[in-house]
């Protein structure tokens, strides 16, 4: 089992940064990788960006070069907003992927989510 908590989030004029942070407890150790989504309002929940634990990340097109993600060693992950649009503005979801073998039981583990709010 893994427990995760977003903070971070807030309200911000477009062009703005902000770094969202997503603490990790429990069988941490079983984190494969980590990975951020955001729902913007009346949309679906979409992927952001991901980072596993050799430090490999990816990210989508609409974030490519504004959004940095990081891991430290502790299975925390972080993701650095620069330039924020008001298109950027949903409720940000941390998730962990647990690897299957040994204790770990492969499975995915969801935050409750931080508010991000971009006014234009």
């Known amino acids: 089992q893994v427990t995760l908590q977003e903070s971070g989030g807030g309200s911000l004029q477009s062009g703005g940064s902000l770094r969202l942070s997503c603490a990790s407890s429990?069988?941490?150790?079983?984190?494969?990788?980590m990975s951020w989504y955001r729902q913007a309002p009346g949309k679906e929940r979409e992927f952001v960006s991901v980072?596993?634990?050799?430090?490999?990340t990816g990210y989508a097109d609409s974030v490519k070069g504004r959004f940095t993600i990081s891991l430290d060693n502790a299975k925390n992950t972080y993701l650095q907003m620069n330039s924020l649009k008001d298109v950027d503005t949903a409720v940000y979801y941390c998730k962990a992927t647990t690897r299957r073998g040994g204790r770990c039981f492969g499975n995915e583990f969801w935050g409750q989510g931080t508010r991000v709010t971009v006014a234009s």
């Open positions: 980072i596993d634990e050799d430090g490999k």
């Open positions: 429990g069988y941490t150790y079983c984190i494969s990788d």
